[in-house]
């Protein structure tokens, strides 16, 4: 009974992860408000290909926020649940159950990875966008098979970004310039 109640909030997981990754992915084909960018004749146009920091969306912000900080949750729950899994695999001397549980972990730390990575494509502010980004790069380490973090280390590190996470989600976005049309 144990074991079917611990599937079930890996299934949780999973959707979870699937549907945070479909709200990253829609809002990639959303077009951007305002008139589309021309190529200017004018010499000045490498000048132009400047890259700019988007304007930021508030509403995105704490969208992007709820997210991220739920994915993260989820994250930290499903490695929690698949650690015992291991754990006990290891004391049964179950090979095939403590594979399948790393795996388990690895595709969710990959599964969020792909997840920030997409949300800090959106109309977010920069240390947002910083956060995601960087965190993103450590799950992936994290889901590589090289990395040689323990447990404790690993449980320390998604502590460190759901804090981190939830520090600037708390701290206001500074409010985005919009102009009466």
């Not at 930290?76 to 006990?88: D, H």
């Not at 959106?122 to 040689?148: F, G, K, N, Q, W």
């Not at 404790?152 to 985005?176: M, S, Y």
């Amino acid at each position: 009974m144990r074991r079917g109640g611990m599937q079930r909030w890996v299934v949780r997981g999973v959707v979870l992860a699937v549907a945070l990754t479909l709200a990253a992915c829609q809002s990639d084909s959303v077009s951007p408000v305002g008139p589309p960018e021309t190529s200017s004749p004018s010499p000045d146009a490498s000048e132009s290909a400047t890259p700019t920091e988007p304007p930021v969306d508030p509403a995105v912000v704490v969208e992007v926020c709820g997210l991220a900080l739920a994915a993260t949750e989820t994250t930290i729950t499903v490695f929690t649940e698949q650690t015992a899994i291991a754990e006990l695999a290891v004391a049964q001397g179950d090979n095939a159950a403590m594979v399948a549980a790393a795996k388990q972990i690895d595709q969710q730390f990959a599964s969020l990875a792909e997840t920030f990575t997409k949300l800090s494509q959106r109309p977010i502010d920069a240390s947002l966008r910083e956060r995601l980004v960087r965190t993103a790069e450590a799950l992936t380490d994290m889901s590589s098979e090289y990395y040689l973090g323990s447990t404790v280390d690993t449980r320390v590190k998604l502590a460190e970004f759901q804090a981190g996470l939830a520090e600037i989600c708390a701290t206001p976005a500074p409010a985005a310039s919009t102009s009466a049309g």
